[in-house]
């Protein structure tokens, strides 16, 4: 079929249906929302805002507190009635997260991350479906009605280079040797009506795919999705093999496959239920000065500097459209955090479990670390000499989570690895210092990282490798943590409610046995 062997996906009616005993997650965004809103976690702002720092401002103050519900503004200045700005769809959410992936509300944090990591494993490629009729092709603008600015791209921060896209977005690209296609998120700064500034940080695949075009004098084709369902973002924001496409992790996710259309003004395909997409080209040699933006770093990227230019040549779009977006900031304002500590923690799991590290009891990429970047904790039961930092230096360098994370620490199996409390308690008694700590140099980071200077050493990083486990050479004579009995603990928990305690009795990593 063409389609397979050009674009890597198939011919298809429809949305097919999930294998016996999975579960699906929502049709596209506005399910999702419907979803969300039923269990009190979207708040509609109806009173006028400004794209100038406003709605970043409100995002920012609003999401201070863990769990602050998404903020749907409905009223943006600039923006043609019936256009509406979701902001931090996820934000600091667990229950968010859950329904994005079709799983139940009051999941715990491992919990939901073992299912996302179950889902990753399960791949089903997308079917393209007749592009009649589809909502996202409700509303077309083409040649010279294209105008952007319509779309209620906003200042995040006071010192941002201008109105920005996303960064809630999905940016399509097709591998020029291969034909898959790619799916990552990046941010984008409006430069006119038909215009917009792509950057892409350094190994980043849109940015491989757009250079090899470049380097054989072909123009780059790039499809822009600006309002996407949360599924969607989960998966382009993770780092996956890059020779296979996420559109197939995200037909696992959401337990079906996804559903595209062909491109009208491109070759490339498009999702059928998007809120926004916008079809262009990058020609040879087009960019122009960006930034700078505030990051997920909590700082703002790197200076003001050349990015890719797209030609825009076509948007489509809903009626009364979404536009989706993501503030970056500090925790817990941060969208990709909690994001990124489910799903990149799901990622790397995954990965040490290929390349067959065993006793892996958890990860988790801690979502304060800088959007969930910065550092990653693997819990794991110690089997030989050696566990420990053989699983330290792995899960710095699997593809899932190699970019940009500076601390990786090791914890036993008896410590919760997203329970930052037992975390450093491990570290402070588990961990010598001096024969505990390794650093690896020269590893794969980012522009964006605010602690190398001058600015073009950023893309070289450093991590640190901290074994906060046993001396494996001592486990037997290793101190005994104080523990609760398992007995006393189920007999507590059963009294839970009769002793007057609220919510309902923690799980505990360790028990006395």
């Known amino acids: 079929m063409e389609e397979m062997a050009v674009g890597g996906v198939t011919p298809g009616r429809g949305a097919e249906p999930a294998a016996a005993g999975a579960t699906q997650g929502p049709r596209d965004l506005r399910d999702w929302l419907a979803r969300v809103e039923r269990i009190g ?29 998404a903020l749907l503004f409905e009223n943006v200045k600039g923006s043609p009635r019936g256009f509406s700005a979701l902001w931090n769809p996820i934000g600091s959410s667990v229950d968010r ?30 079917v393209v479906v007749e592009g009649e009729g589809q909502p996202v092709n409700e509303n077309h603008l083409r040649d010279d009605k294209v105008d952007v600015r319509g779309f209620p791209a906003s200042r995040h921060w006071p010192r941002d280079g201008g109105e920005y896209v996303g960064t ?3 940016i399509i690209t097709r591998d020029p040797d291969g034909g898959w296609l790619n799916v990552g998120t990046y941010r984008q700064m409006v430069q ?20 090899r075009y470049w380097s054989r004098n072909q123009p780059a084709e790039v499809v822009c999705c600006w309002g996407i369902d949360p599924a969607t973002f989960i998966v382009a924001s993770q780092t996956f093999p890059k020779t296979v496409s996420e559109l197939d992790y995200l037909g696992g996710l959401l337990g079906r496959p996804v559903e595209l259309v062909k491109g009208q003004a491109t070759s490339l395909y498009y999702p059928a239920r998007a809120e926004i997409v916008v079809e262009g080209v990058i020609p040879p040699g087009s960019q122009k000065m960006e930034g ?22 076509a948007v489509h779009y809903r009626d009364n459209p979404i536009h989706t977006n993501a503030l970056m900031a500090d925790y817990p304002a941060n969208e990709c955090a909690l994001l990124y500590a489910i799903a990149r923690s ?12 065993p006793g892996i009891k958890g990860v988790y990429a801690h979502p304060a670390a800088a959007g969930g970047f910065g550092m990653t904790v693997v819990a794991l039961e110690q089997r030989y000499a050696g566990h420990a930092p053989q699983a330290l230096a792995l899960a710095a360098q699997v593809p899932g989570g190699a970019y940009y994370a500076k601390w990786i620490v090791a914890v036993d199996h008896d410590v919760d690895p997203s329970n930052t409390n037992q975390v450093i308690w491990a570290m402070a008694t588990r961990c010598n210092p001096a024969e505990d700590i390794d650093v690896l140099r020269q590893t794969w980071s980012t522009w964006l990282d ?3 200077n001058p600015p073009e050493e950023r893309p070289y990083g450093s991590k640190a490798l901290i074994n906060a486990c046993m001396e494996h050479r001592y486990l037997k004579d290793f101190s005994r943590r104080t523990k609760v009995s398992r007995a006393t603990y189920e007999a507590v928990a059963a009294r839970w409610g009769e002793l007057g305690l609220p919510g309902t ?5 360790a028990l006395d046995d």
């Open 346 to 357: 799901a990622r790397i799991w995954n990965d040490l479990d290929r390349v067959g590290v």
């Open 505 to 509: 009795p923690p799980t505990l990593w």
């Open 41 to 69: 976690q979207l708040r509609r702002i109806k009173a006028e805002v400004g794209r100038r720092e406003e709605m970043g401002a409100i995002t920012y103050l609003a999401h201070q507190e863990i769990g602050a519900p």
């Open 97 to 126: 997260f859950a329904l994005a992936i079709g799983e139940p509300t009051g999941l715990g944090i491992m919990d939901i991350i073992q299912r996302c990591k179950t889902k990753f494993t399960t791949p089903i490629p997308p």
């Open 168 to 170: 809630c977005d999905a």
């Open 292 to 313: 700078p933006f505030g990051e997920f770093t909590g700082y703002y990227g790197r200076p003001e500097d050349l990015a890719f230019l797209i030609d825009v040549k």
């Open 192 to 211: 006119g009506k038909n215009q917009v500034g792509l950057y892409l940080s350094p190994g980043k695949d849109a940015r491989l795919h757009i250079e």
């Open 450 to 452: 605010p602690t190398q």
